[in-house]
């Protein structure tokens, strides 16, 4: 199992508050409804099994009435279309500023369809994973 490597996020959630730490992960976003905007939540962490006594740090996030907490895997980021292009965050953050005042269910669907067109139809090469909180 030498040299074997495991991103994580974990999440905790108390009431209005959610607490996020991270191991190898890209940043997760939070859609603030009152501002109309997007906090980005940089975590640095090291994947799990690549060093014992790293400092693993955690960020605390109050939540209010529809904001919106989008977390993903680094195949989301990391998409390519056919001309080689990764799709970014730039793409990402705008589907959730769109998508912000739709159900969580509507908001994976939405980037569904942003994976499907932005690939152009071709299997992804790595995984793909989303996560969407949405505080009522």
């Known amino acids: ?3 074997m490597y495991m991103g ?3 999440v905790h959630c ?4 959610v607490e996020i730490s991270t191991a190898g992960m890209p940043p997760a976003l939070c859609y603030k409804s009152k501002e109309d905007s997007i906090e980005i939540v940089r975590l640095k962490g090291l994947p799990l099994g690549s060093n014992v006594d790293y400092p693993y740090q955690s960020q605390k996030i109050e939540m209010e009435s529809g904001d919106v907490l989008f977390m993903m895997s680094d195949g989301l980021c990391e998409l390519f279309n056919r001309e080689k292009e990764m799709i970014g965050m730039d793409k990402i953050e705008g589907v959730l500023k769109n ?3 739709f159900s969580a269910n509507d908001i994976i669907s939405n980037f569904a369809r942003l994976i499907d067109s932005w690939s152009g139809g071709v299997d992804p090469h790595d995984d793909i994973t989303m996560m969407v909180l949405k505080k009522r």
């Open 1 to 3: 199992m030498r040299m």
């Open 8 to 10: 994580m996020m974990l």
């Open 14 to 17: 108390n009431k209005n508050n």
């Open 99 to 101: 998508s912000a005042a």
